[in-house]
């Protein structure tokens, strides 16, 4: 198993920056990929943007060339940096994580930190 702590959300000016953290704890090497999540009121959660183990990167069209997401596994963290936010980011923000032991792999999730893009 593997604990996820988000932190850094908050409230925003559009066009201004935030950093989120996700602290992992646990079974970190059983880890192969982590994300970023949102879900804003009214909508389904979707995937912000995406690493794996080897640094591959994805990202969700909306925030290309905005946000880019990086880990320190010296530190056993995530980050996403969100450079010049809207007020269309505005969500929870849940870290994911995706664990994989033998042939069975298994999902974890943090409980979400809000972030509140207004002027």
């Known amino acids: 198993q593997v604990q996820l702590v988000e932190s850094g959300g908050g409230l925003v000016q559009p066009g201004g920056s935030l950093r989120l953290s996700c602290a992992a704890s646990?079974?970190?090497?059983?880890?192969?990929?982590m994300g970023w999540y949102r879900q804003a009121p009214g909508k389904q959660r979707e995937l912000v943007a995406a690493i794996d183990n080897g640094g591959s990167t994805s990202y969700a069209d909306s925030v290309k060339g905005r946000f880019t997401i990086s880990r320190d596994n010296s530190k056993n963290t995530m980050y996403l940096q969100m450079n010049s936010p809207k007020p269309e980011d505005t969500a929870l923000y849940y870290c994911h994580a995706v664990l994989k032991s033998g042939w069975v792999m298994s999902d974890y999730w943090g409980q979400g930190t809000q972030v509140t893009v207004s002027s």
């Open positions: 646990g079974s970190i090497g059983s880890i192969v990929a």
